[in-house]
């Protein structure tokens, strides 16, 4: 199994709505990241978990809550969102390669705020 | 401030040409460079990495590096529309699982 599973594909939701994202991979990899991408632009890393630890927060505002419920599940809690925060949402994880990590991407979730 | 840079295009080639993307980095201390193809609308997907000074090749894929210019580029040989995407390169610069992603190249193979 080679893949990772986002869950939903499409989500809209309202400014005081609270939703969450869902991410699962069994490929054993010991990094999971939240990364957020608008259209025409490279994704940006939102967070990252190491062994099941938030190692990384790029200074996301708290609307944001992510989730690490153990090493195969990663989940992103959302509330009181903003229209700007419409993009498409992507789950990675990650292989270490000998030289970088590997990071193998789930099909995203596009994100509406009305 | 960590920068990738990359010309966001379009890149036009010809089907069965050769289409060149470039990229290059600010960070002398990046270990390993990646592409990324993503379709529109879909996710990227790791189409190469490489991490030596050199060529190296997977198909009609051969990505290329430069440490001492700070340059990675890549090649798609026999270029199919099907190729028609956006090329994303991306830099670990050691740290923390840390990637940053160029703005990538749009690549249209014209049949």
């Known amino acids: 199994d080679t893949e990772v599973t986002q869950t939903p594909k499409h989500l809209v939701m309202g400014m005081t709505n609270k939703k969450s994202l869902k991410c699962e991979q069994h490929?054993?990899?010991?990094?999971m990241y939240w990364y957020k991408q608008k259209a025409k632009k490279p994704p940006e890393l939102m967070f990252v978990?190491?062994?099941?630890?938030?190692?990384i927060n790029e200074s996301v505002p708290s609307r944001f809550s992510p989730e690490c419920p153990n090493s195969s599940l990663l989940n992103l809690h959302l509330h009181a969102l903003q229209p700007e925060d419409s993009a498409l949402y992507l789950c990675?994880?990650?292989?270490?390669?000998?030289?970088?990590?590997?990071?193998?991407f789930g099909s995203g979730t596009q994100l509406s705020v009305l | 401030q960590k920068e990738v840079e990359q010309n966001s295009g379009p890149l036009s080639v010809p089907e069965g040409a050769i289409a060149s993307l470039n990229c290059t980095y600010s960070?002398?201390?990046?270990?390993?460079f990646f592409w990324y193809r993503q379709y529109s609308g879909k996710s990227p997907e790791l189409i190469m990495f490489?991490?030596?000074?050199g060529d190296k090749e997977d198909g009609r894929f051969t990505a290329q590096l430069n440490k001492a210019s700070q340059y990675v580029s890549l090649l798609i040989r026999d270029s199919q529309p099907s190729d028609s995407a956006t090329y994303l390169c991306?830099?670990?610069?050691?740290?923390?699982?840390?990637?940053?992603f160029g703005i990538g190249t749009k690549l249209q193979v014209i049949p």
């Open positions: 990675a994880s990650s292989t270490w390669t000998g030289g970088g990590e590997k990071l193998f």
């Open positions: 490929m054993g990899h010991r990094a």
């Open positions: 978990y190491s062994y099941e630890k938030l190692s």
């Open positions: 960070d002398r201390g990046s270990q390993s």
């Open positions: 490489i991490y030596s000074n």
């Open positions: 991306a830099v670990y610069s050691g740290g923390y699982q840390k990637v940053t």
